[in-house]
């Protein structure tokens, strides 16, 4: 049995009155790619900014690769080996694309995780080093061509690609998506599909999503929110099938008992 590498033990959140999260438990598993999904307001969101530490959760529990990461902030989590690409990229427009990518590929250096491990001085190998390892992430993503362009005048879908490969080239363990697909057309969204399940080999994902087939396509399993609660988990296959999942989809049209009134659609 492999030890998950992310773990969220009955995590509840709390805004003043608002429950976001409610009792709230799922694992990432080495390799997988584990995709959230749920309607709108359903806390995936919250559950994306407790596993990056933006949010600490009311109760309960993280764990990173078997260690007790609750209240942990962003930045050492990130030191930790968990990276994540926000829906607002937080791109340096006026930078070159490589010069992006190794502000994320910076994490490293200041840990002094390379120095380190080869005992090299700080300084020109240093760099060199950082370079050619950004330079492969932006291979690995199609867009190594562009490494001198100026983040600014590229078009969106190929910027989402550089806020992905600043996130990559810190190496993490776990990749944490939040709703990559937004802005993005039908084909290059089966591209970004290819990726993600191309990355799965080395690192794993949680992918927080609202396209569908992008979700069924690309993840090993899913874990489906609906009012801050887990509604169902399982394969693809499985959650389609599932009748609370059809139902909170179609917002109680199935035909039996009513929608719950527990707050927090359309708020
Ligand atoms: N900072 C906050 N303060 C108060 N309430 C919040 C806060 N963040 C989220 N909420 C509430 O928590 C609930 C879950 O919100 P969340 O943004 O996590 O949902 P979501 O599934 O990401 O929704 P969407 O599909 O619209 O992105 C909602 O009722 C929302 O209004
Ligand atoms: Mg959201």
């Not at 990173?64 to 340096?92: I, K, Y």
């Not at 199609?142 to 992905?164: C, E, F, N, Q």
Request: proline share 5%; glycine share 12%; charged share 25%.
């Amino acid at each position: 049995m492999t030890e998950p590498v992310l773990e969220m033990d009955a995590i509840t959140v709390r805004f003043g009155g608002v429950v976001a999260l409610s009792d709230v438990s799922l694992d990432v598993r080495p390799r997988e790619v584990l995709g959230v999904i749920g309607p709108n307001g359903a806390g995936k969101t919250t559950l994306f900014n407790v596993a990056c530490g933006f949010v600490t959760p009311t109760q309960g529990r993280l764990t990173f690769e078997g260690a007790d990461v609750t209240g942990w902030g962003p930045s050492s989590l990130v030191e930790r080996g968990v990276a994540r690409s926000l829906q607002g990229l937080g791109l340096f427009d006026r930078l070159s694309v490589l010069d992006n990518v190794l502000v994320g590929a910076d994490v490293h250096s200041r840990a002094g995780f390379f120095s380190s491990l080869l005992a090299l001085p700080r300084g020109a190998r240093d760099e060199q080093a950082l370079v050619e390892r950004s330079m492969d992430v932006l291979e690995r993503l199609g867009i190594r061509d562009r490494a001198a362009s100026v983040v600014g005048g590229l078009p969106y879908p190929l910027r989402k690609r550089v806020a992905l490969a600043r996130a990559l080239v810190a190496e993490p363990r776990l990749l944490l998506l939040d709703e990559p697909a937004s802005g993005l057309s039908e084909g290059e969204m089966s591209e970004l599909g290819d990726i993600i399940r191309d990355l799965a080999g080395d690192v794993c994902v949680m992918l927080v999503e609202h396209h569908m087939d992008l979700v069924m396509r690309v993840c090993d399993r899913l874990t489906v929110l609906d009012f801050g609660r887990t509604i169902a988990t399982g394969t693809p296959e499985e959650v389609r099938d599932d009748p609370d999942v059809l139902e909170a989809y179609l917002g109680g049209a199935v035909d039996d008992g009513p929608a719950q009134t527990t707050g927090g659609h359309g708020a």
